[in-house]
């Protein structure tokens, strides 16, 4: 049974951090590929965060290049995600997801965690 499960979430001020968990069971975590998006409401499902099985490559996107960090604890099979300096405009849904390696593609997806930037 595979399961992601997103946590950290909250309602935080304008400059205010959060850092965002989710915890994987039921694949073999190490070998997979990690991400973060996120979905505000009337707009697209955009990415936010890359990392790799074992951490030697990251990618951001630009609007959070900066300010976020992606890390990941393969021994705790968990992908985390810092979030410094907040703005409204990072107000979203936030979803991690899984990629496993080769084929046929393996991809999982957790239900997310809201967070909501105001003031």
């Known amino acids: 049974q595979v399961q992601l499960g997103e946590s950290g979430g909250g309602l935080v001020q304008p400059g205010g951090s959060l850092r965002l968990s989710c915890a994987a069971s039921g694949f073999t975590f190490s070998t997979y590929a990690m991400s973060w998006y996120r979905q505000a409401p009337g707009k697209e499902r955009e990415f936010i965060a890359y990392i790799t099985s074992t951490s030697g490559v990251k990618r951001y996107a630009d609007s959070v290049k900066g300010r976020f960090t992606i890390s990941r604890d393969n021994a705790k099979n968990t992908v985390y995600l810092q979030m410094n300096s907040l703005k409204p405009e990072d107000t979203a849904v936030y979803t991690c997801?899984?990629?496993?390696?080769?084929?046929?593609?393996?991809?999982?997806w957790g239900q997310g965690t809201q967070v909501t930037v105001s003031s």
């Open positions: 997801k899984a990629d496993g390696p080769g084929l046929p593609r393996k991809i999982y």
